[in-house]
C-alpha cells in the first residue's frame, strides 16, 4: 500500500514537471517569434525615418489632425441639441402675428410677423435677387452652408479695417438663425448656426434656401420678408421694384432699423449706394447699369404720424407670447387681442412726461422718464418706457433695473405688520442705529425721536425699516442683532416677491431696507397695487380675451387666466393703505395730492439724487412714476417728491375725472385730519420745492369721459395705420446695474 502511494506521487511529479517545460519552452519560442516579427517590422518601417524640419513639419500636422477630430467632436455633440428641434416642418411655421385692440375694442396696433411669401422665386426682380447676393453671399452656390473662403476674405478685411467691416455668414447660416435661433452673440450660438446650415443644406435645394431667406428676413417696420417689405416701404408688389428700390431692400438685411428709409431716408439711401457697388464688384452688373439707380434713389412712401403706443405694445406681445408658447392657444399664430389699454390715459401719459421734461428736465438734470399706469388687479392701462420711442425702443418701464429709495418702504412695513409686530398707532423710535459698520441716515441728517408709524412712513424716517428688520428677526428667536436683521431682510423679500417684485433679483443687502435693490417700475406699480387690492395678488396682464383669425374666443382671463392670492392680510392691506394715505396729505407726497380723490402713496429718491419715484393708487386705479438718466449720472437735487409726484397728479387726477370713484379699503372717505382738506385744495401742480421758475403745467380743456367718446368715434372714420414695429434689431438699454459707478452705493431718502 505504502509503495503504491510512492509510485503515485512520483508520476504526478513527473506530470507537473512536464508541463512546466512544455509551457516554458512555448514562452521562449514565442519570445524569440516576437522579437523576429518586430525586427522585422522596425526594418521595414527604418524606410520611412524622417529627420530634421520633415519629422517637426509632420509632427505637427499629426497633431493638427489630433486636435481637429477632437475639437470636430466636442462641437458635434455641442450642436445635437439645436439639430434634434429642428424639425420638418419648419418650412410651415409661422411665426406669431397679434392686432390689439384697447379696452373698447378699437385697434391700437400691430405686432409679429407682416409677411408676404405669395411670389415665386422666379418672379422676383432679377435684380433683387443679384443685390441681396452681392451683399450676403456671393459665393451662395458654390458652398455648402459653410463659406470657407468668404470667411477667410472677410477676417482679412476685418483685420485690415481694425473692426468689423464684412460678416462671414452665409445666407444659410443666417436662415438657421432666423428659423432655429436667437440673436444672442455667443460661441454656442454660432456652432450651433453652422451645424444647422449644414442640415439645411442637406433637405433643401439652393433655390429653397434662398426663397425662404428673402421671405423670412426681418426688414424693419415689422415687416418680414421682402414681399411685405415692399408693400410696407414703397407701396407696390415686389414684382415691380425699381433697381434702386432693390438696392435699398437689399440693404436692410445688415441693419434692418438702422436703415430703415422711413426712420432715416439718408442712412438707407447711403447704404443702398453701397449696395450698388457691391453688384458691380461682384460683376452682376456694369457700374453704367447702376448710374441711373444712384441718379435717382428710391424714397419711401410716408406712413403718416404714427400715434400707437409702442412700448405698451412691445410689452403687451411679450405677455402674449408666453401664453403662446406656453400652448395657451393651440395652433392658432393669427391672433386678435383685446386689452385693458385705456387712449385717453395713455395720450395723456406721453403728454405729461413730455411737457414735465421739457419744461423742468434741464432745471433738474433728467432726461427720462417712464410711467405705468393700471387697474388695482393689475390690467395695465397705460405705459411710457422713455422719452420718444423713435429714438430709443428699450422699455424703462418693464426692462430697466433701478433702485427705489424709500418707495420700497411700503413692502418692509407690510412684511412687519404681517408679521404682527406693528400697527399704525404703533410708536417707533427714530435714533441711530448701526448693523455692523453701516449706520443709515435721514434725509435731513438728524434723528425725530418717538413717533407713530403713520407719521415714520409719512416723514420717510430711513432709520424705521432697518430697526423693523432687526425686530422680524428677534422675533424669529435670534438675539444677534446683524443676524437677526439678515433673518429679517429674507423675509421682506419674500412679502416683496409675493406682492409682486418679480422681475429682477431683489439682492440682500444691509440697504435693502431702504431701498438698495433694484426693481422695475412695472413691478414697483403691481407692488402697491396688491395693496389697493386688499392684499390680492396683482400680476400685470395685457389680455382680457384672445381670439383666432377666424373671430373665434380662445381664451379669456376672467375664465382661463390666473386667479389672484391673498398674498397679504386683510387687515395688513387696509392697515398700510391707511398708513399711505397719509403721505400726500402730511408727508413727502404733498404735491401728488388729488383735490376731490383720496390717494395713497410713497416717495423715493436714491443715493446721490440718481433715481426719483412716486407711486401711488386709488380705489380705482394705480401709477408708477420714475425720473432720471439712462447712464445713471446725478440730477440736480431732484427727489420723488417733485417731478414724479407731480406727473403722478397730472395722470391721475385726468384718469379720475369723470369717473365713478370707488374708496380705498382701509382709508376714511373724508380726511381724519381736519387739515387735509386744505393740504388737499391747496396743493398747485407742477410746482416743485419753492422754486418760482417753475411754472404751472396747463392740461386740456377735454375731460377724460369727453377724450374717450371723441376717440372711439374718430377711430370709426380714420384709416388704422400700421403701428411703430418692435425694433428688433436694437437691444441696447441701459440697467442701473450694469454700471460700475453704481456698485456698492447706498440708497438712501425719500
Same mark, same amino acid.
Given at each position: 500500500?505504502?509503495?503504491?502511494?510512492?509510485?503515485?506521487?512520483?508520476?504526478?511529479?513527473?506530470?507537473?514537471?512536464?508541463?512546466?517545460?512544455?509551457?516554458?519552452?512555448?514562452?521562449? &519560442?514565442?519570445?524569440?517569434?516576437?522579437?523576429?516579427?518586430?525586427?522585422?517590422?522596425?526594418?521595414?518601417?527604418? &524606410?520611412?525615418?524622417?529627420?530634421?524640419?520633415?519629422?517637426?513639419?509632420?509632427?505637427?500636422?499629426?497633431?493638427?489632425?489630433?486636435?481637429?477630430?477632437?475639437?470636430?467632436?466636442?462641437?458635434?455633440?455641442?450642436?445635437?441639441?439645436?439639430?434634434?428641434?429642428?424639425?420638418?416642418?419648419?418650412?410651415?411655421?409661422?411665426?406669431?402675428?397679434?392686432?390689439?385692440?384697447?379696452?373698447?375694442?378699437?385697434?391700437?396696433?400691430?405686432?409679429?410677423?407682416?409677411?408676404?411669401?405669395?411670389?415665386?422665386? *422666379?418672379?422676383?426682380?432679377?435684380?433683387?435677387?443679384?443685390?441681396?447676393?452681392?451683399?450676403?453671399?456671393?459665393?451662395?452656390?458654390?458652398?455648402?452652408?459653410?463659406?470657407?473662403?468668404?470667411?477667410?476674405?472677410?477676417?482679412?478685411?476685418?483685420?485690415?479695417?481694425?473692426?468689423?467691416?464684412?460678416?462671414?455668414?452665409?445666407?444659410?447660416?443666417?436662415?438657421?438663425?432666423?428659423?432655429?435661433?436667437?440673436?444672442?452673440?455667443?460661441?454656442?450660438?454660432?456652432?450651433?448656426?453652422?451645424?444647422?446650415?449644414?442640415?439645411?443644406?442637406?433637405?433643401?435645394?439652393?433655390? *429653397?434656401?434662398?426663397?425662404?431667406?428673402?421671405?423670412?428676413?426681418?426688414?424693419?417696420?415689422? /415687416?418680414?420678408?421682402?414681399?411685405?417689405?415692399?408693400?410696407?416701404?414703397?407701396?407696390?408688389?415686389?414684382?415691380?421694384?425699381?433697381?434702386?428700390?432693390?438696392?435699398?431692400?437689399?440693404?436692410?438685411?445688415? /441693419?434692418?432699423?438702422?436703415?430703415?428709409?422711413?426712420?432715416?431716408?439718408?442712412?438707407?439711401?447711403?447704404?443702398?449706394?453701397?449696395?450698388?457697388?457691391?453688384?458691380?464688384?461682384?460683376?452682376?452688373?456694369?457700374?453704367?447699369?447702376?448710374?441711373?439707380?444712384?441718379?435717382?434713389?428710391?424714397?419711401?412712401?410716408?406712413?403718416?404720424?404714427?400715434?400707437?403706443?409702442?412700448?405698451?405694445?412691445?410689452?403687451?406681445?411679450?405677455?402674449?407670447?408666453?401664453?403662446?408658447? &406656453?400652448?395657451?392657444?393651440? /395652433?392658432?399664430?393669427?391672433?386678435?387681442?383685446?386689452?385693458?389699454?385705456?387712449?385717453?390715459?395713455?395720450?395723456?401719459?406721453?403728454?405729461?412726461? *413730455?411737457?414735465?421734461?421739457?419744461?423742468?428736465?434741464?432745471?433738474?438734470? &433728467?432726461?427720462?422718464?417712464?410711467?405705468?399706469?393700471?387697474?388695482?388687479?393689475?390690467?395695465?392701462?397705460?405705459?411710457?418706457?422713455?422719452?420718444?420711442?423713435?429714438?430709443?425702443?428699450?422699455?424703462?418701464?418693464?426692462?430697466?433695473?433701478?433702485?427705489?429709495?424709500?418707495?420700497?418702504?411700503?413692502?418692509?412695513?407690510?412684511?412687519?405688520?404681517?408679521?404682527?409686530?406693528?400697527?399704525?398707532?404703533?410708536?417707533?423710535?427714530?435714533?441711530?442705529?448701526?448693523?455692523?459698520?453701516?449706520?443709515?441716515?435721514?434725509?435731513?441728517?438728524?434723528?425725530?425721536?418717538?413717533?407713530?408709524?403713520?407719521?415714520?412712513?409719512?416723514?420717510?424716517?430711513?432709520?424705521?425699516?432697518?430697526?423693523?428688520?432687526?425686530?422680524?428677526?428677534?422675533?424669529?428667536?435670534?438675539?444677534?442683532?446683524?443676524?437677526?436683521?439678515?433673518?429679517?431682510?429674507?423675509?421682506?423679500?419674500?412679502?416683496?416677491?409675493?406682492?409682486?417684485?418679480?422681475?429682477?433679483?431683489?439682492?440682500?443687502?444691509?440697504?435693502?431696507?431702504?431701498?438698495?435693490?433694484?426693481?422695475?417700475?412695472?413691478?414697483?406699480?403691481?407692488?402697491?397695487?396688491?395693496?389697493?387690492?386688499?392684499?390680492?395678488?396683482?400680476?400685470?396682464?395685457?389680455?382680457?380675451?384672445?381670439?383666432?383669425?377666424?373671430?373665434?374666443?380662445?381664451?379669456?382671463?376672467?375664465?382661463?387666466?390666473?386667479?389672484?392670492?391673498?398674498?397679504?392680510?386683510?387687515?395688513?392691506?387696509?392697515?398700510?393703505?391707511?398708513?399711505?394715505?397719509?403721505?400726500?396729505?402730511?408727508?413727502?407726497?404733498?404735491?401728488?395730492?388729488?383735490?376731490?380723490?383720496?390717494?395713497?402713496?410713497?416717495?423715493?429718491?436714491?443715493?446721490?439724487?440718481?433715481?426719483?419715484?412716486?407711486?401711488?393708487?386709488?380705489?380705482?386705479?394705480?401709477?408708477?412714476?420714475?425720473?432720471?438718466?439712462?447712464?445713471?449720472?446725478?440730477?440736480?437735487?431732484?427727489?420723488?417728491?417733485?417731478?414724479?409726484?407731480?406727473?403722478?397728479?397730472?395722470?391721475?387726477?385726468?384718469?379720475?375725472?369723470?369717473?365713478?370713484?370707488?374708496?380705498?379699503?382701509?382709508?376714511?372717505?373724508?380726511?381724519?385730519?381736519?387739515?387735509?382738506?386744505?393740504?388737499?385744495?391747496?396743493?398747485?401742480?407742477?410746482?416743485?420745492?419753492?422754486?418760482?421758475?417753475?411754472?404751472?403745467?396747463?392740461?386740456?380743456?377735454?375731460?377724460?369721459?369727453?377724450?374717450?367718446?371723441?376717440?372711439?368715434?374718430?377711430?370709426?372714420?380714420?384709416?388704422?395705420?400700421?403701428?411703430?414695429?418692435?425694433?428688433?434689431?436694437?437691444?441696447?438699454?441701459?440697467?442701473?446695474?450694469?454700471?460700475?459707478?453704481?456698485?456698492?452705493?447706498?440708497?438712501?431718502?425719500?
Amino acid at each position: 500500500m505504502e509503495f503504491r502511494r510512492k509510485t503515485l506521487w512520483s508520476r504526478l511529479r513527473r506530470l507537473a514537471l512536464g508541463a512546466d517545460a512544455a509551457i516554458d519552452s512555448a514562452l521562449h &519560442a514565442a519570445g524569440r517569434s516576437a522579437a523576429e516579427r518586430y525586427e522585422r517590422f522596425r526594418s521595414l518601417m527604418g &524606410a520611412f525615418t524622417i529627420s530634421g524640419p520633415t519629422r517637426w513639419a509632420n509632427e505637427l500636422a499629426s497633431e493638427t489632425l489630433t486636435i481637429g477630430i477632437a475639437g470636430l467632436t466636442v462641437l458635434t455633440v455641442l450642436a445635437q441639441s439645436s439639430v434634434r428641434d429642428a424639425s420638418e416642418d419648419f418650412v410651415r411655421r409661422q411665426p406669431l402675428a397679434v392686432t390689439f385692440l384697447d379696452r373698447y375694442g378699437s385697434e391700437i396696433g400691430k405686432r409679429g410677423i407682416r409677411q408676404d411669401d405669395s411670389v415665386k422665386l *422666379e418672379q422676383l426682380p432679377d435684380h433683387l435677387i443679384k443685390a441681396a447676393l452681392a451683399t450676403e453671399d456671393r459665393r451662395f452656390f458654390d458652398h455648402y452652408g459653410i463659406d470657407l473662403v468668404g470667411l477667410t476674405r472677410a477676417l482679412t478685411v476685418n483685420a485690415r479695417a481694425s473692426g468689423v467691416v464684412q460678416g462671414g455668414s452665409t445666407i444659410t447660416q443666417q436662415l438657421a438663425k432666423n428659423l432655429f435661433l436667437s440673436n444672442q452673440r455667443s460661441l454656442d450660438r454660432k456652432i450651433k448656426e453652422a451645424f444647422l446650415a449644414i442640415w439645411l443644406e442637406q433637405r433643401l435645394t439652393k433655390n *429653397e434656401i434662398l426663397k425662404l431667406y428673402l421671405d423670412r428676413a426681418y426688414m424693419g417696420g415689422g /415687416a418680414f420678408g421682402v414681399g411685405a417689405a415692399a408693400e410696407y416701404y414703397f407701396g407696390k408688389s415686389v414684382k415691380d421694384l425699381t433697381l434702386a428700390e432693390s438696392a435699398m431692400l437689399a440693404g436692410l438685411f445688415k /441693419a434692418p432699423t438702422r436703415f430703415a428709409p422711413h426712420v432715416n431716408l439718408p442712412a438707407a439711401r447711403a447704404r443702398a449706394s453701397d449696395v450698388l457697388s457691391n453688384m458691380v464688384e461682384a460683376r452682376f452688373l456694369s457700374a453704367g447699369q447702376v448710374d441711373g439707380a444712384r441718379r435717382n434713389p428710391a424714397t419711401a412712401i410716408d406712413r403718416g404720424r404714427n400715434t400707437s403706443p409702442d412700448y405698451y405694445l412691445d410689452w403687451a406681445f411679450e405677455e402674449v407670447s408666453k401664453l403662446a408658447d &406656453a400652448g395657451v392657444f393651440g /395652433a392658432d399664430r393669427v391672433l386678435t387681442v383685446k386689452t385693458p389699454h385705456d387712449p385717453a390715459i395713455q395720450a395723456k401719459s406721453e403728454q405729461a412726461v *413730455e411737457q414735465i421734461l421739457r419744461q423742468f428736465g434741464p432745471d433738474y438734470g &433728467a432726461s427720462q422718464a417712464a410711467t405705468v399706469t393700471m387697474d388695482i388687479d393689475g390690467g395695465g392701462r397705460a405705459m411710457v418706457g422713455g422719452r420718444d420711442y423713435s429714438a430709443s425702443q428699450f422699455n424703462r418701464a418693464t426692462d430697466a433695473a433701478r433702485q427705489p429709495g424709500s418707495s420700497f418702504k411700503p413692502f418692509v412695513y407690510t412684511a412687519a405688520m404681517a408679521q404682527g409686530l406693528y400697527k399704525p398707532n404703533s410708536i417707533v423710535t427714530d435714533a441711530p442705529v448701526c448693523i455692523g459698520n453701516w449706520c443709515p441716515n435721514n434725509y435731513g441728517r438728524s434723528y425725530a425721536g418717538s413717533m407713530p408709524l403713520t407719521i415714520a412712513m409719512a416723514k420717510s424716517i430711513n432709520t424705521i425699516p432697518v430697526r423693523m428688520s432687526i425686530q422680524m428677526g428677534r422675533a424669529l428667536g435670534e438675539t444677534h442683532e446683524g443676524r437677526a436683521a439678515a433673518l429679517g431682510r429674507k423675509r421682506i423679500i419674500e412679502m416683496g416677491r409675493r406682492m409682486g417684485l418679480v422681475s429682477t433679483p431683489l439682492t440682500d443687502s444691509v440697504a435693502l431696507p431702504i431701498g438698495a435693490a433694484e426693481v422695475t417700475v412695472l413691478d414697483m406699480t403691481a407692488g402697491f397695487s396688491t395693496l389697493a387690492n386688499r392684499g390680492r395678488q396683482a400680476l400685470p396682464y395685457a389680455a382680457t380675451e384672445v381670439y383666432a383669425s377666424n373671430g373665434n374666443l380662445l381664451w379669456k382671463r376672467d375664465k382661463d387666466g390666473h386667479r389672484p392670492e391673498q398674498v397679504v392680510p386683510v387687515q395688513v392691506a387696509d392697515d398700510m393703505n391707511f398708513i399711505l394715505s397719509r403721505v400726500p396729505i402730511e408727508g413727502t407726497g404733498r404735491r401728488a395730492a388729488l383735490e376731490g380723490v383720496v390717494s395713497a402713496g410713497k416717495t423715493g429718491t436714491t443715493n446721490g439724487y440718481k433715481d426719483a419715484w412716486y407711486v401711488g393708487y386709488t380705489g380705482n386705479m394705480s401709477t408708477g412714476v420714475w425720473f432720471g438718466n439712462d447712464d445713471s449720472s446725478e440730477t440736480a437735487n431732484m427727489t420723488g417728491g417733485s417731478l414724479p409726484a407731480m406727473t403722478f397728479k397730472e395722470i391721475m387726477a385726468f384718469a379720475h375725472t369723470g369717473l365713478d370713484l370707488r374708496s380705498i379699503p382701509g382709508v376714511p372717505v373724508v380726511p381724519t385730519d381736519p387739515r387735509a382738506g386744505a393740504a388737499v385744495a391747496a396743493a398747485k401742480p407742477l410746482q416743485p420745492d419753492s422754486d418760482a421758475r417753475l411754472q404751472q403745467l396747463r392740461s386740456g380743456h377735454l375731460n377724460r369721459q369727453s377724450f374717450e367718446v371723441i376717440s372711439t368715434i374718430g377711430a370709426m372714420f380714420r384709416d388704422v395705420q400700421p403701428s411703430k414695429p418692435v425694433d428688433v434689431s436694437a437691444a441696447g438699454g441701459f440697467r442701473a446695474a450694469d454700471n460700475p459707478a453704481t456698485q456698492g452705493k447706498i440708497t438712501e431718502v425719500r
